[in-house]
């Protein structure tokens, strides 16, 4: 089959190699969609914190928001048949420990995530090897574009765990990504009264609107603190959900939080960061949480996104075809200013 290796900073190339085999309790799938992920090009250009701090190491096999067609199925494989249309989870466990007997997943000492820290061999490849614990069934009333999405859902969906909200709450979503859409998106599904979205692109803020956002805020235009201030009557939003990994971003989201507020924080930082405003976090009684990937994220978000009316296609921005799949990499500032969310296309 014909898969895409990184091997070091911009260093990819698509390549055969050999198709996996569906032994055991593993599963094979033909690729159909596959997601373009900021974490993707950080590894391609060699920018990700995980390639300093040795958590990744080239040759990498990156790719982790995907869906696709059951081909094979092992001799242990009970839930799926040929055929089936399915999406997976971004990370795999052992399948051995006492963790994974339990089915604790996320508990499990030897967890590998799909392209990216420890690497389980990614999706920017024709066929997937995963074992069936870590496949769902796609629902049919989602499209293959819709079950790529999910991932990065998943991703969003992590930050609102714990949350209640209500009519009267305001989120705060900063970035204007896929996951700042879907985070727009989760939290008007959830109930909140007002969402408003900061951004600096006039035209992706259009898409906020679409999907979840009651209010746009372009941060090129007017200070973001004092707008999220003013649509809140001055108290600051009840949840922020900050997906830019931007240093300003994190500060603004501190800045704009309500009083026992919660900040999520759904994003990488390349550096460390200085200058954060911490004594308004601890006056304000502000809780401050990282939010990412976990067990039953996905299958959880996969529900919502069956049985939302508001569907996710306007923040997909771009089908590329997989043949061509390279150029988003090596070209990525023709892309940048209109791309939301680029799917790789395999048929």
Request: hydrophobic share 40%; proline share 4%.
């Given at each position: 089959?014909?898969?895409?290796?990184?091997?070091?900073?911009?260093?990819?190339?698509?390549?055969?190699?050999?198709?996996?085999?569906?032994?055991?309790?593993?599963?094979?799938?033909?690729?159909?969609?596959?997601?373009?992920?900021?974490?993707?090009?950080?590894?391609?250009?060699?920018?990700?914190?995980?390639?300093?701090?040795?958590?990744?190491?080239?040759?990498?096999?990156?790719?982790?928001?995907?869906?696709?067609?059951?081909?094979?199925?092992?001799?242990?494989?009970?839930?799926?048949?040929?055929?089936?249309?399915?999406?997976?989870?971004?990370?795999?466990?052992?399948?051995?420990?006492?963790?994974?007997?339990?089915?604790?997943?996320?508990?499990?000492?030897?967890?590998?995530?799909?392209?990216?820290?420890?690497?389980?061999?990614?999706?920017?490849?024709?066929?997937?090897?995963?074992?069936?614990?870590?496949?769902?069934?796609?629902?049919?009333?989602?499209?293959?574009?819709?079950?790529?999405?999910?991932?990065?859902?998943?991703?969003?969906?992590?930050?609102?765990?714990?949350?209640?909200?209500?009519?009267?709450?305001?989120?705060?979503?900063?970035?204007?990504?896929?996951?700042?859409?879907?985070?727009?998106?989760?939290?008007?599904?959830?109930?909140?009264?007002?969402?408003?979205?900061?951004?600096?692109?006039?035209?992706?803020?259009?898409?906020?609107?679409?999907?979840?956002?009651?209010?746009?805020?372009?941060?090129?235009?007017?200070?973001?603190?004092?707008?999220?201030?003013?649509?809140?009557?001055?108290?600051?939003?009840?949840?922020?959900?900050?997906?830019?990994?931007?240093?300003?971003?994190?500060?603004?989201?501190?800045?704009?939080?309500?009083?026992?507020?919660?900040?999520?924080?759904?994003?990488?930082?390349?550096?460390?960061?200085?200058?954060?405003?911490?004594?308004?976090?601890?006056?304000?009684?502000?809780?401050?949480?990282?939010?990412?990937?976990?067990?039953?994220?996905?299958?959880?978000?996969?529900?919502?996104?069956?049985?939302?009316?508001?569907?996710?296609?306007?923040?997909?921005?771009?089908?590329?075809?997989?043949?061509?799949?390279?150029?988003?990499?090596?070209h990525e500032e023709k892309y940048h200013a209109e791309k939301?969310?680029?799917?790789?296309?395999?048929?």
């Amino acid at each position: 089959m014909k898969a895409v290796t990184v091997y070091g900073p911009r260093n990819a190339r698509m390549e055969e190699v050999e198709k996996p085999r569906a032994t055991g309790d593993m599963l094979v799938m033909k690729v159909k969609r596959t997601g373009v992920c900021a974490t993707d090009q950080s590894i391609y250009t060699g920018e990700s914190s995980f390639i300093r701090s040795g958590e990744i190491k080239f040759p990498c096999r990156f790719g982790h928001e995907w869906a696709g067609v059951v081909e094979e199925i092992g001799p242990d494989v009970t839930k799926f048949k040929v055929g089936d249309r399915v999406y997976a989870d971004n990370f795999v466990s052992c399948g051995q420990c006492d963790a994974c007997k339990r089915g604790d997943y996320m508990a499990c000492g030897h967890i590998r995530s799909v392209g990216t820290v420890n690497c389980w061999d990614g999706c920017y490849a024709e066929y997937m090897q995963m074992p069936e614990r870590h496949v769902f069934l796609l629902p049919d009333e989602l499209s293959m574009d819709e079950g790529a999405l999910i991932e990065p859902a998943s991703i969003a969906y992590d930050a609102f765990r714990g949350v209640e909200l209500q009519k009267e709450d305001t989120v705060a979503v900063f970035g204007t990504g896929a996951i700042g859409m879907i985070a727009a998106w989760l939290a008007k599904f959830y109930g909140a009264g007002q969402v408003i979205m900061v951004g600096r692109s006039p035209d992706k803020l259009e898409v906020a609107l679409k999907v979840g956002a009651d209010k746009a805020v372009n941060s090129r235009q007017e200070d973001a603190v004092e707008a999220i201030k003013k649509l809140t009557g001055g108290k600051g939003a009840n949840l922020i959900v900050e997906t830019s990994g931007a240093a300003s971003a994190l500060k603004e989201s501190i800045l704009s939080a309500a009083r026992y507020g919660r900040i999520s924080v759904v994003s990488f930082y390349e550096r460390d960061l200085d200058g954060i405003p911490i004594d308004p976090l601890v006056l304000g009684c502000v809780s401050m949480v990282g939010a990412a990937g976990r067990a039953g994220n996905a299958p959880g978000v996969c529900e919502i996104m069956r049985i939302n009316p508001v569907k996710l296609a306007p923040i997909i921005t771009h089908h590329i075809p997989f043949e061509n799949c390279l150029d988003i990499f090596e070209h990525e500032e023709k892309y940048h200013a209109e791309k939301i969310k680029a799917m790789i296309d395999f048929e």
